[in-house]
């Protein structure tokens, strides 16, 4: 029985014979009729699954023809062919494993060699002039394409108002610009948009135009939906509607990067590395250390990871199998071995998505067409309750495709996401001091970890959020906060221990200004009113 591989060969045999791996003519009924019909047959002893793929696959490359041939523009359409390009490779391997059926062998998933995963306390320590040379061949990336939606906020998310009036972007902008400033370098922040996300970012980076700082802006990649039952693409044309369309994760990064023309303008200027982080991580700064890690051991690829609590038990890991360090997703895992994933014993690292690539190691494997990243099928729902499928990929799953390829094990404050109200509570609190848009820990914490935060309902927008505090709490003392129902806090309210606040439903609880709750219980109706 034939192999995955070798279906996806079989698969890629599904462009009908022509020379052009995405031929923008459709196939004729006459085609179909005779020569294509001949194709089909030698298929008969596949099986009824990889046939029925094959069959996918065909109908699949004639409606993105048929899309194809609508884009005028001679630049847009070469454009638009190399993301459907694109595309169809992602789409002919979905099929492929799918008819295979292939899941991962759990058996073979082992923890990394500590050759793989080095503490960050080992690096070596590097000289002004190291860090002078090593910061002039480095370039910063943020992955810009997500919305702010699930805060409640309009447009991209990056541009939310995190700390002091800043947003994500300003924050971003302000260290580098100071970095660049202190060791008279020019480190350039190139910003992955998505369609969602481009324009709003063009319009706002503008203000940055004094700034000492060169910015630069692509799009990542727009891949069609899929009709759950068809396999076929959801858009008719190449514009459709808005919902017809997705961005692929930040997966597409390499070959976004490169079909864009800004790996080759990075390489031109003497770029030799490339920071990339998620925007809303307000940890992920430059560090010298690592990129002098980087430049002097070779590696072409290096993943900060962090240790594992209770809190990331879902996030992805490294590990070791079928012979090289891979990113392990917990969409990967085989459902009964779901719990061991989550294990906190068995998998002690994440992944941070802090990464450190070669842009040299970048164009070889995109150029020779080596990346083959896991798939991750995401099913959503359409605008118009149509099931649909989006095939994406992760970035970090990359990582098994360069040389002396390994993970770091950083401290966990390069690891400050915000993807809740409850994250943006403690960055806006006395918890953490601003230094050249960095967010420092305040010294006067007793403890290096922060504390555990967990904000219900009525706080789940930012706009609800910001209502409900006359003043964010003072929380340097504080191990846990649990808040739910219809809560809201006064001026100067100081939390410390652990403090739970519940709000029945129909109940309503105003802490009072200048409260002090230490290991305390609040629960039922509070409300004091001014006479």
Same mark, same amino acid.
């Given at each position: 029985m034939s192999g995955p591989s070798d279906l996806v060969a079989k698969l890629k045999a599904s462009h009908l014979g022509s020379s052009d791996p995405f031929d923008v003519s459709p196939a004729t009924p006459m085609d179909m009729n005779e020569s294509n019909l001949e194709h089909l047959r030698s298929y008969s002893l596949i099986?009824?699954?990889?046939?029925?793929?094959?069959?996918?696959?065909?109908?699949?490359?004639?409606?993105?023809?048929?899309?194809?041939?609508?884009?005028?523009?001679?630049?847009?359409?070469?454009?638009?062919?190399?993301?459907?390009?694109?595309?169809?490779?992602?789409?002919?391997?979905?099929?492929?494993?799918?008819?295979k059926g292939v899941r991962l062998n759990w058996k073979d998933v082992k923890s990394p060699g500590r050759d793989k995963i080095l503490p960050y306390s080992t690096l070596a320590p590097l000289s002004a002039a190291s860090s002078k040379s090593d910061l002039s061949k480095l370039a910063v990336l943020k992955l810009n394409g997500g919305l702010g939606t699930t805060m409640g906020c309009v447009g991209p998310k990056s541009v939310i108002e995190v700390r002091d009036g800043m947003t994500f972007l300003d924050l971003t902008v302000r260290q580098i610009e100071y970095l660049n400033r202190e060791n008279d370098v020019s480190v350039p922040l190139i910003l992955m948009n998505s369609f969602n996300t481009d324009e709003e970012t063009k319009r706002i980076t503008q203000k940055y135009s004094g700034q000492q700082l060169k910015i630069h802006t692509f799009n990542q990649s727009r891949f069609p939906r899929i009709e759950k039952e068809s396999l076929l693409p959801l858009c008719k044309d190449p514009v %459709?509607?808005?919902?017809?369309?997705?961005?692929? &994760?930040?997966?597409? =990064? +390499?070959? @976004?990067?490169?079909?864009? %023309?800004?790996?080759?303008?990075?390489?031109?200027? &003497?770029?030799?590395? =490339? +920071?990339? @982080?998620?925007?809303?991580?307000?940890?992920?700064?430059?560090?010298?250390?690592?990129?002098?890690?980087?430049v002097t051991s070779g590696a072409e690829f290096i993943m900060e990871v962090t240790d594992k609590t209770k809190a990331d038990i879902k996030g992805g890991t490294l590990v070791e199998y079928e012979g090289s360090i891979r990113l392990l997703e917990i969409a990967q895992v085989p459902s009964e071995y779901v719990d061991d994933f989550k294990s906190v014993k068995k998998f002690q690292i994440f992944n941070t998505n802090n990464l450190w690539v070669s842009l040299r190691a970048i164009k070889r494997v995109v150029e020779n067409q080596e990346l083959s990243m896991e798939i991750i099928v995401n099913n959503k729902t359409a605008e118009s309750g149509e099931k649909v499928i989006q095939l994406e990929t992760a970035v970090g799953a990359a990582i098994k495709h360069f040389k002396g390829a390994h993970g770091i094990n950083v401290p966990r404050t390069r690891f400050l996401p915000v993807k809740s109200t409850s994250d943006l509570f403690l960055i806006t609190s006395d918890l953490y001091k601003l230094h050249h848009g960095e967010l420092v820990l305040n010294p006067k914490r007793a403890f290096g970890t922060v504390p555990i935060v967990k904000l219900g309902d009525h706080f789940k927008k930012v706009q609800h959020f910001l209502s409900r505090f006359q003043s964010t709490p003072q929380i340097l003392d504080l191990d846990h906060l649990t808040v739910t129902g219809d809560v809201t806090f006064g001026a100067d309210v100081v939390l410390s221990g652990?403090?739970?606040?519940?709000?029945?439903?129909?109940?309503?609880?105003?802490?009072?200004?200048g409260a002090i709750l230490h290991d305390k219980v609040v629960s039922g109706n509070l409300r004091i009113l001014d006479h």
């Open positions: 099986g009824f699954h990889e046939t029925t793929s094959v069959s996918a696959a065909i109908a699949m490359r004639n409606e993105l023809s048929k899309i194809a041939e609508q884009v005028q523009d001679p630049k847009e359409h070469k454009l638009f062919k190399s993301e459907m390009d694109n595309f169809y490779a992602l789409f002919t391997r979905y099929l492929a494993e799918k008819s %459709g509607k808005t919902g017809d369309w997705y961005p692929p &994760g930040h997966g597409d =990064l +390499f070959e @976004s990067l490169a079909n864009s %023309g800004t790996l080759d303008a990075l390489l031109a200027e &003497g770029k030799e590395y =490339l +920071f990339i @982080s998620n925007v809303d991580n307000l940890g992920a700064t430059v560090d010298k250390t690592i990129l002098h890690h980087m652990t403090v739970i606040i519940v709000a029945n439903h129909g109940s309503r609880i105003d802490i009072p200004s």
